[in-house]
């Protein structure tokens, strides 16, 4: 069966421009659509789409399950009657650069309280229908998400550990005390959710019928404050506090020295096997109602994780130990049946990890950036590259491809300057050619890349708090005819063009 080569773009929602200091799911959002299907890409890979925590990091959810209300479109809600004109009039003024989420979330959550307050049962029974069966579809999650939530706000903000005790346990009586004094606050948790999947679904079928596919994105670990570790504490490696014994992280590596101390805690492997993976099961099915394909992160944890003492200050001493491996994804194809999943395999991967991937038949990935100065076994160099993976110029992690030319040292300069045949005037747009005119199956380019943009348009830099991680946002109008005129002559060229195949397939 012939294999076909395919393009996309990486770039989160929180990066679209917009009037409302960050990118959201309407029109914006479909005229980006419009782009990746004038340029020919068939993918658009976003993080995960999650309410943020500490650090507005995607990768540090209040809920593996739920969605993210600051992605809700505004205008949307306006159109919808949910609220007026005038509310949308006179509002504070935010950057429209980068996402200042003290702002957003000032401005979003009045918004989306407003809305809830316009919304009337009784004048619109088929929205109220609409929104029943979507509360009876994810009660599963959604029941202890909205209390969770309901009562996080009931406690200032306070993690759930710092709770009474009586609610840290989860103790009936308490639970049911709470539900009825928080009602109002549950039920508009609970709308809000259901606007956010009822704008990111209608979005994920505008892309599907232009033929461009989503590629969502599952962190392994979750947020310890989070209403999963609340709702399933039994779980994962707690103390009776609710505290972690032991956290997440990965040692030294190319990021950081001193490694990655993540903080997240550990799942007790063992229970969930117990439970036939039910948690995990629920999960990936509600990722591939949300995404077509689904980028696993850290894979190399489901073979084996780097496991940190609760009280270490770095992520230097810990140990490697065994994750459940092919166990569950044999028991998540059961229960779903073959679904397309993207290793992100890299860092210290072991011939074990690499077992573990060939064995599952998913590719992994490979990012440009890595395959300069090592000189030509290098694994990321496109002339050593297997088909069946996702080349990448760099990833939300890496620096954009000018800032990191312009920090290299000049041996690996000149080492890309020679391999690519290019004076590096162009560096962008040269490692773009290069990765679609490669033999990896699936290639994404960050639209910082798309740009031309410097370390300024960076998304993140792993293991640093400070900064802008997460806060960018492309400006109104940088995505023009010309870009997409040369993005889409390059796919066609290199036969990554939708509906197309190459020469070599046929």
Known sequence: MPRRRKSGLLLHPTSLPGRYGIGELGDVAYRFVDFLHQSGQSIWQVLPLGPTGYGDSPYQSFSAFAGNPLLISLELLQIDGLIAADDLRDLPQLPVHQVDYTGVRELHWALLRRACERYDPAAAPALRARFEDFRHQHAGWLDDYALYMALKQAHQGAAWYQWEPELVDRQAAALRNWRNKLGAEIELQCFVQFLFFTQWLALKQYANARGVQIMGDIPIFVAHDSADVWAHAELYHLDEAGLPTVVAGVPPDYFSETGQLWGNPLYRWDAMAKTGYRWWIDRFKLAFLLADIVRLDHFRGFEAYWEIPADAESAVHGRWVKGPGEKLFA????????????????????????????????????????????????????????????????????????????????????????????????????????????????????????????????????????????????????????????????????????????????
């Open 331 to 506: 028991t998540m194809r059961l229960a779903l049946g073959e679904a397309p999943i993207v290793a992100e395999d890299l860092g210290l991967i072991t011939a074990e990890v690499k077992a573990l991937r060939r064995t599952l038949g998913i590719p992994g990935m490979a990012v440009l950036q890595f395959a300069f100065g090592a000189g030509p076994d290098n694994e990321y160099l496109p002339h050593n590259l297997e088909r069946n993976c996702v080349l990448y110029t760099g990833t939300h992690d890496n620096d954009t491809t000018c800032g990191w030319f312009d920090s290299i040292g000049e041996d690996v300069r000149n080492h890309a300057r020679s391999y690519l045949v290019c004076n590096g005037n162009d560096i962008a747009w040269e490692l773009i050619a290069i990765a679609l005119r490669s033999v990896a199956d699936t290639v994404i380019i960050p639209v910082q890349d798309l740009l031309g943009l410097g370390s300024s348009a960076r998304m993140n830099q792993p293991a640093r708090s400070d900064g802008n991680n997460w806060s960018w946002r492309f400006r109104e109008g940088a995505l023009e005819e010309s870009v997409a005129s040369r993005l889409g002559d390059l796919t066609r060229l290199f036969g990554r063009w939708p509906g197309k195949e190459s020469a070599k397939d046929r």
